[in-house]
């Protein structure tokens, strides 16, 4: 086992409800009705009472799907804004956001008065690329929409090595880690709130291939880093990739399933160990550009919450299961 110091542990219960339900149950094996308990302040307190309290009164976040109702593309705004309907859903499932007669009654509004910018197509149906669709696919299961429609697209336009890529429609032959972590995302979530199917948990685990086989961010051809911000942590992730979020989602599926970590994944857990700070915490590298609703870190450089629980709960996993071995 790896034990959190005293003073992260202590810094990350000392947070917000959505840090702190998280930290009781993954790092302190809490009761289940203790940790649940806290989990459920996360709808009337702190960052996930104010991200609901900032829903329009349609459902929407910012009046759009994927984008704020006034963005223009060219226009003078630095990168891509954060605040639309998906993202603001993303950040609710991070959150911890439990279900409640709240939650129904958003999803409802959602797919009554939501379409996407893509084609007008009704929200809960997706869209054409397959990380919007995935990020769709985890919102939508963990909220108790049946996203079985969308789930089967994706299986469908899975790439020969195993993964998936948005830019597939442009002539790309081979999957993104971006692409694919989003995707994965979707198909576990799916798998949680239903068990999935044959053809869902296969095409799963050949998402995991893809990504195994080059170590969690190396290119298969070289060896060479496919793209050197994999190594550095940022949150949110928004479509973004970095091994700490690949390694998080491992966990999942390893707890879900029952199944040991793969030996692949040590190399990357590595990484994460050496990035520890002296008093215990892990900084945030960087974080999106772009149009946000509020800040729920302290700035690119500084000690994060969200990448100390990470990094902490995927420490200790790992280290528990190599004692067994």
């Not at 799963?204 to 969690?216: A, I, N, P, T, V």
Request: glycine share 8%; proline share 6%; hydrophobic share 35%.
């Amino acid at each position: 086992m790896t034990p959190a110091p005293d003073g992260a542990l202590d810094w990350l219960l000392d947070s917000d409800p959505s840090i702190r339900w998280q930290a009781m149950r993954d790092l302190l094996d809490a009761p289940r009705e203790e940790w649940a308990a806290e989990r459920a302040k996360v709808e009337t307190e702190g960052w996930g009472a104010r991200l609901l309290a900032l829903e329009d009164d349609d459902g929407r976040w910012d009046g759009g799907a994927h984008f704020p109702a006034d963005f223009v593309w060219g226009g003078d705004e630095p990168g891509q804004p954060w605040t639309s309907t998906s993202h603001s859903l993303a950040q609710l499932r991070e959150f911890g956001l439990p279900q409640s007669n709240r939650t129904q009654e958003m999803v409802e509004l959602i797919g009554a008065n939501t379409l996407w910018e893509h084609d007008d197509q009704p929200y809960w149906e997706g869209e054409v690329e397959p990380c919007i669709n995935g990020a769709l696919v985890a919102n939508g299961a963990y909220f108790g929409v049946d996203m079985t429609p969308v789930v089967e697209r994706l299986i469908s336009e899975r790439m020969e090595d195993g993964g998936w890529n948005c830019e597939a429609e442009n002539g790309s032959v081979r999957s993104s880690f971006d692409t694919t972590i989003n995707v994965l995302e979707g198909l576990l979530e799916h798998e949680r709130a239903t068990g999935g199917t044959a053809e869902s948990r296969e095409a799963r685990r050949s998402g995991e291939e893809y990504l195994l086989k080059r170590s969690l961010y190396r290119r298969e051809s070289t060896g060479e880093p496919a793209d050197d911000r994999y190594l550095y942590f940022l949150h949110p992730n928004r479509w973004h990739y970095d091994v700490l979020r690949a390694l998080d989602y491992f966990r999942e599926s390893s707890l879900l399933t029952g199944t040991p970590p793969d030996p692949r994944l040590g190399e990357s857990i590595e990484h994460v160990r050496s990035r520890r700070l002296p008093d215990g915490t892990w900084p945030l590298d960087w974080n999106p550009t772009g149009r946000t609703w509020f800040e729920v870190d302290e700035g690119q450089g500084e000690p994060s919450r969200w990448i100390t629980l990470r990094a902490l709960r995927v420490l200790d996993w790992w280290d528990s299961t190599q004692d067994r071995t």
